[in-house]
Nanobody, 117 residues
Framework: VQLQASGGGLVQAGGSLRLSCAASGITYSLYDMGWYRQAPGKQRELVATIDSIGRTNYADSVKGRFTISRDNAKNTVYLQMNSLKPEDTAVYYC????????????WGQGTLVTVSS
């Protein structure tokens, strides 16, 4: 299983970035997909999730600024980040989760987002 995240970088406050995460080795359409982030010295936190039928959930801190979406034909989940703030600076991780009789939970390698003030 591989979750390959990309799209991170350095951006000024108020700017935008789009993260992508391409999955392989799983039946992608059956998985809930998510983005999490971890800032220096802090615990990993949920940013946004999208389940297998497209229902979304966002952290309060990003509501109205970030949009998660998925393309099942491309096995890819996206995170469109607008109006970025310095406090959004973190390593962003892609997650794939399937609950059932057995739980399968996979993480990508992370992509760094740095927002300068």
């Amino acid at each position: 299983v591989q979750l390959q995240a990309s799209g991170g970088g350095l951006v000024q406050a108020g700017g935008s970035l789009r993260l992508s995460c391409a999955a392989s080795g799983i039946t992608y359409s059956l998985y809930d997909m998510g983005w999490y982030r971890q800032a220096p010295g802090k615990q990993r936190e949920l940013v946004a999730t999208i389940d297998s039928i497209g229902r979304t959930n966002y952290a309060d801190s990003v509501k109205g600024r970030f949009t998660i979406s998925r393309d099942n034909a491309k096995n890819t989940v996206y995170l469109q980040m607008n109006s970025l703030k310095p406090e959004d600076t973190a390593v962003y991780y892609c997650n794939a989760l399937r609950r059932g009789p057995y739980t399968f939970n996979y993480w990508g390698q992370g992509t760094l987002v740095t927002v300068s003030s």
